[in-house]
């Protein structure tokens, strides 16, 4: 039985969000809706172990706000969680979350406004998003950073956190970075608080399997299956599908990415291994839709095969004398370019490979300076992950580049860089490499996250592959796609979007009426 809400009287769809209408578009990948559904059937179900109004597929940062906003809407809610522990991937991120308008904007004098940051976040995109969802994102974030710091989130900021200053011809540049002190882990701290004190109830352990569906003119999912727990767990109202991405699944890679090339499987989540797609996959059973499902956001790794692998466009921020070279040897982009724009220059090289060149000078202030690398490179030059000589010819010759052009390169590097100048890229960090020993780490990509889903409405209704929406069935945070194009916008627009749906998400499916 639906709980009756005691602080606040419920809000209508229109009260709670700002929506445009939405259109249906072309299937994502053909073939991909077409999927022969595994859903299970309601008259296939035994027993019901577990119900409430609103069952929320995954404890992370969609599924923690959609969890409140459903709670405080008048709902009973339910998550399940498949790994030990709440937070999900949101608990890894830098913790920076993206608004615009906010409260931290007004204070700082700052004039910003969702019509600019859409047109920021669309040229970046290369103008693929789904223009009426990315309007929701950009209307609701600002309200979304408040509300965080209502509930205790304790923000620094703003800032620029991606390229705003660089799009000015297109749209006014404004600092839309808010760091969360603490990071995400201390973000999905604060909102597992507000669940707990809310009394919302969490299954850990508890994957779920299909979605419960009953048919009829229209498809509507009724409930969710646990196998692994062997639960029936009927959804009174409605089911959020806030499961993650496909980052850390190889064969989901394999499946659903653009890149020809192969990416490497997140290794930033090492140990996390819960964005395999799994979400996304239900959904498909049911025979969702998806809105750029191939479209993924690489990054550029540094220390392949190493146990904790770090951020390569971090590397050498501190320090000029840091060069990148393909496997000819050769220099081919600033090294500091815009971490969301460096993994597509790298791929245009050979291999998709380069090596990060720098010298003993350069690690003089310890490893962090140009890396997450141990202050004396002892254990990364043990296990093979960083390469070593006593001149760059012998470098050269130990990772397989030509001797010539390597020579060449640092060379030419050193005498511009002697004059604090790179003619060839512009870089501004310059320093030369000429403080023997000489080291060299792979650089590569890798799976930074999906930004292609499934497809939703702007209120997060799942949709069809013909248009139609699947009732009760609701998807926010990376299960989704729609709102970020082909490029990065900034630090802190994932975890953003993610929440900004997750309310929306909640909300709605606890506006439903009982199915009976």
């Not at 309200?143 to 011809?169: C, K, M």
């Not at 993650?244 to 064969?251: E, K, N, Q, R, S």
């Not at 095969?305 to 070279?325: E, L, M, R």
């Not at 060379?411 to 100048?421: D, E, F, L, P, Y």
Request: net charge neutral.
């Amino acid at each position: 039985m639906k709980r009756k809400k005691e602080t606040k009287k419920n809000l209508s769809r229109r009260d709670f969000i700002k929506t445009t209408a939405v259109g249906v578009g072309a299937t994502a990948l053909a073939g991909l809706g077409a999927k022969e559904a595994k859903a299970i059937p309601i008259t296939e179900v035994p027993r019901w172990d577990r119900e409430a109004d609103v069952v929320i597929v995954g404890c992370g940062a969609s599924g923690s706000v959609a969890a409140i906003e459903a709670y405080d809407a008048g709902a009973e809610v339910l998550m399940l969680e498949k790994t030990p522990n709440f937070g999900g991937a949101g608990t890894l991120s830098g913790g920076a979350v993206y608004g615009c308008a906010t409260f931290l904007q007004r204070r700082a004098g700052i004039e910003d406004s969702p019509d600019e940051m859409f047109k920021y976040v669309m040229a970046i995109g290369g103008g693929v998003s789904d223009p009426n969802m990315l309007r929701v994102w950009c209307e609701n974030c600002g309200a979304l950073v408040d509300w965080l710091a209502s509930l205790g989130v304790q923000f620094t900021g703003p800032n620029y956190s991606g390229e705003e200053l660089l799009y000015a011809n297109i749209a006014k540049p404004a600092p839309r970075g808010h760091s969360t002190v603490g990071r995400g882990q201390a973000l999905l701290q604060v909102l597992e608080s507000q669940v707990d004190l809310r009394g919302i109830e969490y299954l850990t352990e508890t994957p779920a399997s299909e979605l419960i569906v009953r048919s009829g003119a229209a498809t509507e999912v009724v409930g969710v299956r646990s196998k692994t727990k062997g639960l029936y767990i009927k959804a009174r109202t409605g089911v959020v599908l806030a499961a993650g991405g496909y980052a850390t699944d190889a064969a989901a890679l394999k499946k659903y990415t653009m890149f020809s090339l192969p990416l490497l499987v997140n290794p930033m989540m090492k140990g996390f291994t819960a964005d395999d797609g799994d979400g996304i996959a239900m959904a498909q059973d049911v025979g969702c839709d998806f809105y750029g499902i191939d479209t993924m956001a690489p990054r550029v790794l540094v220390l392949v095969g190493y146990p904790t692998p770090g951020y390569a466009y971090y590397v050498g921020f501190s320090v000029g004398g840091v060069i990148w070279v393909n496997e000819a040897g050769q220099r081919f982009m600033d090294e500091k370019t815009f971490y969301g724009k460096a993994p597509f220059v790298l791929k245009t090289q050979t291999n998709a490979h380069a090596f990060q060149i720098f010298d003993q000078a350069a690690i003089a202030g310890g490893g962090a300076k140009v890396g997450p690398f141990s202050n004396d490179l002892s254990k990364e030059l043990a296990i093979g992950s960083i390469k070593t000589a006593a001149t760059i010819r012998a470098l050269a010759s130990v990772i397989g580049v030509n001797a010539d052009n390597l020579d060449a390169t640092v060379s030419t590097w050193n005498t511009n860089a002697a004059q604090g100048k790179d003619p060839q890229f512009g870089r501004t960090l310059v320093a030369p490499i000429n403080t023997p020993p000489f080291y060299a780490a792979d650089v590569r990509n890798y799976a930074g996250y999906n930004y292609g889903g499934v497809r939703i409405t702007p209120d997060c209704r799942v949709v069809k592959a013909l248009g139609s929406v699947i009732h009760r069935l609701y998807a926010a945070g990376s299960t989704t796609g729609g709102v970020l194009g082909q490029v990065h916008p900034g630090a802190g627009t994932m975890i953003s979007k993610a929440m900004t749906f997750g309310r929306i998400a909640g909300q709605n499916a606890a506006l439903e009426a009982p199915w009976s």
